[in-house]
């Protein structure tokens, strides 16, 4: 169950990654961010990251968590830059 919380823990992080980015954030949402907003996702973007990560170092060891860490981040930032793929064929 703390892999699940990991994994979308990371998830949500790339997304708000993905958002604090002008060029990203026209396909996910309509809205525009201000300068304080792109920050705000960007270090809350961050912050996720380092939770997932601590999530992952609770359920192994260090070794283990790493690796497992990456394939969370690998599997994340797929499905996020698939999902703004799809978004700009539409």
Do not use: H
């Amino acid at each position: 169950m703390i892999m699940l919380a990991g994994w979308l823990t990371n998830l949500l992080g790339f997304w708000l990654f993905a958002l604090a980015m002008p060029r990203n954030r026209k396909w996910l949402i309509a809205r525009k961010f201000s300068s304080k907003q792109e920050k705000v996702a960007r270090n809350a973007g961050f912050a996720l990251l380092l939770v997932s990560l601590w999530c992952v170092l609770r359920t192994s060891f260090i070794g283990d968590a790493i690796v497992i860490w990456c394939y969370m981040l690998t599997i994340s930032a797929l499905l996020i830059t698939g999902i703004i793929a799809f978004k700009q064929q539409r």
